[in-house]
Structures are given as structure tokens and as C-alpha cells.
């Protein structure tokens, strides 16, 4: 697997007017979102819904990646084509998440670390040949009283950077995601000091166990005041707080960097990687567009129900996301577009 593969890989996801859709929660995850909509809590339910997202026409306009994970990469359509193949086809290449979640850090109360590095070359060989071309690793990080603590941040860096090595050993692209979470009630400037902090922490790991920059894309999350905080941020000052982090912390040689949404309202999502495109193109070294989860499905899940009679109404809700995610990755998303 030469590393011009990992290249051209990256280059396609980080093409012009597309992004990554994240549709890898794990089951207790995308349980706890079917229960909230009375949706039952089985295979065959999440089955149905992925296929729902997968089949949505016209998807492949505007991504260009797609995270599955375990379950899901082993599911087929009704017919019998399997999800790999109908991403392929789609122009969509499949990507896989490899961490095995976020399990509490001994020691460190309230901290966490993310686990699944035992195995993992094995497990990254085998989703290779079934056709993944990306993986994703997600570490936690909490703002609170006293946290993030350093050793939550280097332990969990020390992860993300040998779970990153082995993917390009491996020939997958790593997606690097430390995510500062949105819970609590910290102010914007407190967010973009932690952030700084995870990625400085996250670069030096990664330097150190020798990943290639350029062969990886990171996730990280906005740079937001928390969601219990009594200011809360307008979208210009999230954008320019969040990009002036990023431009602190993560080297030039990356060549994508690719959001989270972290339960941000879905419009918001858009408006801020849109304000970000706008006020920062001519400044920033790397591709700027999305990866999110939440921002571009709930609203179709919303819909859905999990009711076959709602289909197309909810792949039509997952279609305008995605189309004003990719405006955003444009920066050419405005709120008129909410009313089409
Ligand atoms: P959200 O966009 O819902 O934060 O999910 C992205 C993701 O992949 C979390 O790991």
C-alpha cells in the first residue's frame, strides 16, 4: 500500500463542495437516539436507517466520505447490495471507526480515555479489505473544575497518535479526532484555551510516533462557549476564535481539517463553517469543511420515526443538510437557503 494511495484518498475527501458524513454511532449511541423517538432498539431498525441515509438520491453532491461502523459495515441493502457498494457507486468512499469508545481514566475523576489499540492492526487489515479507505478514532476531552488534567491529554494524544500510525502503516487515512465536548458551563476564551492545549498535546504525539502529517486529516471540534454558559458566542466570533486556535496549533503540511458538530443546532453548523470559509480562506493552510454526525442526520431522524411511510420525506431533510453543509464548505451558505 504506497503512500500516494493515502494521498489521493484525502484529495477526494477533501474535494471542492463536499465533506464526510459521520454515520458511526456506536449501538448504545445510535440507540439512545431511537429511543428518543420511540424508534425500537434493534439490528434490523438500525439497519433499515442506515439504508434510509444511503440510498438518499443525489448524496454523493455533497459527500465524499462516509464513517460506518462495525455493525454497519458488514449490512446490506434489502436487495442484498452491500452498503460498501452502494457508497462506492455513489462516488462515496467508505470509511470505519476503530475506537473501541471512551472508558473512564483511572485516577482522574470525571476524565476519560478511549480504548482499542490492543488488536488493531489486525482489525485496520481486515476493514481495509473490506474496502474502508479511512478510519476514525474520537477522544474525549471535559472541561470542568480542575479538567482536563495533562494526563488525561497526553494519555489520550498518546492514543490517538498510535492508533494514527498504525492506519498509515495499514494504508488507511487516520482522522484525528480530540473533541473538547460543549457540555458545562465554561466561556468561549476557557473552550479555546483547552483546545489549544488537546491539539498542542495531539501534534506532539503524533510528531513522536512519526505519522505523516500530510497523509492524515484532523477532527476537531468549534471553538465554543459551553452549552450551560449564560454568554453565549455569535457566529463571526466562533468562527474567528476557532480558526485562530487551529491556526496556533495545527501544522500546515495537514491537508484537511474536517468539524465535528458536537450537538450544535444544524443551522448553526452550517452558518459557523460558513462564516469560517468566508473571513479566513485567503489565511488558512488546510481544507476547512465538515464531518458531522448529528447536524446532518437528526433532523432526517426526526422525520423518519422509523416509519417506511416517511422515507422520502426524511431523505429529502438529509439531503438539504447535506447541500447547505457543502455551501458551508463553499462558503457560499447563506440562511435563505433554510427556507427552500
Ligand atoms: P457529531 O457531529 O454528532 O458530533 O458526530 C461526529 C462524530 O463523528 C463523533 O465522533
Not at 457507486?89 to 472508558?103: E, H, L, R, T, Y
Not at 494514527?164 to 488507511?172: D, F, I, V
Not at 512519526?210 to 486529516?217: P, S
Request: aromatic share 6%.
Amino acid at each position: 500500500m504506497g503512500e500516494n494511495d493515502l494521498a489521493a484518498t484525502i484529495c477526494t475527501m477533501m474535494q471542492a463542495g463536499k465533506g464526510v458524513l459521520a454515520m458511526d454511532e456506536s449501538t448504545p449511541t445510535c440507540n439512545k437516539r431511537f429511543a428518543a423517538l420511540g424508534i425500537p432498539l434493534t439490528v434490523d431498525a438500525r439497519r433499515a436507517w442506515r439504508e434510509l441515509i444511503l440510498t438518499t438520491p443525489g448524496l454523493g453532491e455533497f459527500i465524499s466520505g462516509a464513517i460506518l461502523y462495525d455493525e454497519t459495515i458488514r449490512q446490506s441493502k434489502n436487495d442484498g447490495t452491500s452498503f460498501v457498494k452502494l457508497l462506492t457507486d455513489a462516488g462515496i468512499i467508505p470509511g470505519i471507526k476503530v475506537d473501541a469508545g471512551a472508558k473512564d481514566l483511572s485516577g482522574h475523576r470525571g476524565e476519560k480515555i478511549t480504548e482499542g489499540l490492543d488488536g488493531l492492526r489486525e482489525r485496520l487489515l481486515e476493514y481495509r479489505q473490506m474496502g474502508a479507505r479511512f478510519a476514525k478514532w474520537r477522544a474525549v476531552i471535559t472541561i470542568g473544575q480542575g479538567i482536563p488534567t495533562i494526563g488525561c491529554l497526553e494519555a489520550n494524544a498518546n492514543a490517538l497518535a498510535r492508533y494514527a500510525a498504525l492506519c498509515q502503516e495499514t494504508g488507511l487515512v487516520p482522522i484525528v479526532e480530540p473533541e473538547v465536548l460543549m457540555d458545562g458551563d465554561h466561556t468561549l476564551e476557557e473552550c479555546a484555551c483547552v483546545t489549544e492545549a488537546a491539539l498542542h498535546a495531539v501534534f506532539g504525539q503524533l510528531y513522536r510516533q512519526r505519522v505523516v502529517f500530510e497523509k492524515m486529516i484532523l477532527k476537531p471540534n468549534m471553538v465554543l462557549p459551553g452549552k450551560n454558559c449564560p454568554t453565549q458566542a455569535g457566529v463571526e466570533e466562533v468562527a474567528d476564535a476557532t480558526v485562530s486556535c487551529l491556526l496556533r496549533a495545527v501544522p500546515g503540511a495537514v491537508p484537511g481539517v474536517a468539524f465535528l458538530s458536537g450537538g450544535q443546532e444544524a443551522e448553526l453548523a452550517s452558518a459557523r463553517l460558513n462564516a469560517m470559509n468566508v473571513r479566513w480562506r485567503t489565511r488558512m493552510p488546510w481544507v476547512l469543511t465538515f464531518s458531522y454526525s448529528r447536524a446532518i442526520q437528526q433532523p432526517a431522524l426526526d422525520a423518519w420515526k422509523g416509519e417506511q411511510a416517511n422515507q422520502a420525506f426524511a431523505q429529502k431533510a438529509l439531503y438539504h443538510r447535506a447541500r447547505c453543509c457543502s455551501m458551508a464548505r463553499r462558503g457560499e451558505y447563506s440562511s435563505e437557503m433554510e427556507k427552500t
